[in-house]
């Protein structure tokens, strides 16, 4: 399987997260990408590619023009506003307040983009972000020209990214770009399967309304996890959107057996839909030892879900997403993968 990375994605080096009441380093660091890759060259899953630079253009079909220049310009703003430590929101439109009108001031802008507070910006992460949706994108070219299976090592991951809102470590919906290229490429329906720990809201909320996309996401209930304030099950599209999008929360501690027959529905969803194309938002923060998720995937369980989903018979482009058990995150990265290999 051919994988593609690029070494922008190190651009991003933030130093704090807001955690527990604390700021502590991210959990979402560089060095996720790095045991990535060497698990992947260990095992031979195929060649490493960098992605042309596709631009702007497939940013601005998803995203707002005015919340991507905020990311173009924020970092450089916050610094020419006096503060000193990295750009993080500390206040927001809230309930009972105007959410109309963007303020001037960097802090106002922030709060009014953010989704949440452990989400900062700082130099380079507007790079990083413009290099991880060209990852997703080459990933995605390379499965429409070839047919075969592809893999984007994005950094930072993308699906809590809405069209004018970041956080979750998100800032580009690198699935949702991935997803309007297959589109405007001739695919007429796309699936896009979330199987991160964490609810895509950011995915939902681009394509809610539409019926060219599919989306489908297994997480932890949000009445008990992040983001907190979608992913529900009756949620279930509006407009030409109803009936696809497909939320299936699962409670903290479900068994892989549970997961892994949620995702027999999930996978009978797609095929009912006459989905063309398969783009797997993967996170492999449902591995039982992840220190901010609350499932129960061993790294062996990550080989039997890579062989399931080559049974789903789909053109297939898997996209980094989260994962934060540093040492596991390469093997079960690549034991999906491998897996997918193994059931083709
Ligand atoms: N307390 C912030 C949790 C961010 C979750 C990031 C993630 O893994 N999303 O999939
Ligand atoms: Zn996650």
Redesign the pocket.
């Known amino acids: 399987m051919l994988t593609f990375y690029s070494a922008d994605s190190r651009l991003r080096q933030a130093r704090t997260e807001l955690?527990d009441g604390t700021l502590v380093a991210p959990f979402e660091c560089p060095e996720r990408v790095d045991l990535v890759l060497k698990q992947l060259r260990l095992s031979g899953l195929g060649e490493i590619r960098a992605p042309s630079a596709y631009g702007l253009a497939p940013v601005l079909a998803v995203h707002d023009k005015d919340y991507v220049t905020f990311l173009a310009n924020c970092w450089e703003a916050w610094l020419a506003a006096g503060h000193e430590g990295e750009a993080i929101p500390n206040i927001w439109p809230a309930r009972r307040m105007r959410g109309d009108h963007i303020p001037h001031a960097i802090s106002g802008q922030l709060g009014y983009y953010a989704l949440?507070a452990?989400t900062s910006i700082s130099a380079g992460t507007f790079e990083a972000a413009m290099a991880s949706k060209d990852v997703a994108l080459g990933a995605v070219e390379y499965t429409l020209q070839t047919g075969e299976p592809s893999f984007g090592l994005c950094r930072p991951?993308g699906?809590?990214a809405a069209y004018d809102q970041f956080g979750?470590?998100c800032f580009f919906n690198n699935a949702a770009i991935a997803a309007q290229r297959a589109l405007e490429s001739g695919k007429r329906r796309v699936a896009i399967l979330d199987v991160?720990?964490?609810h895509g809201n950011g995915t939902q909320q681009i394509f809610y309304r539409r019926d060219d996309v599919l989306f489908i996401s297994l997480h932890g209930d949000p009445e008990v996890t992040?983001p907190y304030y979608l992913g529900y099950a009756d949620e279930g599209g509006e407009g030409k959107g109803e009936g696809f999008n497909i939320n299936y929360p699962l409670p903290h501690g479900t068994s892989v057996a549970t997961w892994m027959a949620t995702l027999e529905q999930a996978l009978a969803k797609i095929q009912a839909a006459g989905c063309e194309l398969l783009i797997v938002s993967l996170?492999v923060?449902i591995f039982e030892n992840d220190p901010?998720s609350a499932f129960t995937f061993t790294s062996e369980d990550f080989t039997n879900l890579g062989q399931r989903l080559a049974q789903a018979g789909l053109p297939s482009v898997f996209l980094m997403?989260?994962g934060?058990a540093v040492d596991e995150i390469g093997v079960n990265v690549s034991n999906v993968l491998h897996g997918f290999e193994q059931g083709v």
């Open positions: 955690h949440a452990e991951p699906h809590h979750g470590y991160d720990f964490h992040f996170g923060d901010i997403e989260g934060y």
